[in-house]
């Protein structure tokens, strides 16, 4: 089923990082879109939250009627004024510099979303949680 390939999640570098995953996704949930787009916005999103989340911590992963909900623990050098760049290509926060990758994967689900009908947003919310919402049009 659609649900199981998305929460087969990138076990082994979470794991790495003691990281846990929370699906809270219905089994009743649905949507019509295509498949493999659909995919690659889950595996970004949740190779961002697995890189940048702290060890040690818990992602989130929400469903509603039009929206999946990406949640984590952001770095405590996060900014609110940083969320707004995270859809730019190739931007890192300073503290993201070390990490390997070349800030192309939040920017790569903002255009998928936005081929599939949707939208991406980011915010920090208190105290500190990282959330990305992909809206499906």
């Known amino acids: 089923s659609s649900t199981a390939t998305l929460c087969t ?21 649905a949507m ?7 995919r690659l916005v889950v595996q970004n999103a949740l190779d961002n939250a697995i890189t ?4 040690n911590t818990v992602i989130t992963v929400q469903w509603d009627r039009r929206s999946l909900h990406f949640t984590n623990p952001a770095p405590p ?6 969320t707004t760049h995270v859809f730019d290509r190739f931007w890192r926060a300073d ?4 990490s390997g990758h070349v800030g192309l994967g939040l920017p790569l689900c903002q255009k ?15 105290p500190c949680l990282f959330h990305l919402a992909l809206t499906f049009g």
């Open 9 to 29: 999640a990138p076990a082994e570098p979470a794991a790495r990082r003691n990281l846990s995953i929370n699906w809270d996704i219905p089994p009743s949930a």
């Open 32 to 38: 019509t879109t295509d498949p493999e787009l659909l």
């Open 52 to 55: 940048y989340a702290p060890a």
């Open 77 to 82: 050098e996060l900014t609110a004024e940083q």
């Open 95 to 98: 503290h993201a510099r070390q």
């Open 112 to 126: 998928l979303m936005q081929s599939l009908g949707g939208q991406a947003a980011a915010t920090l919310d208190p």
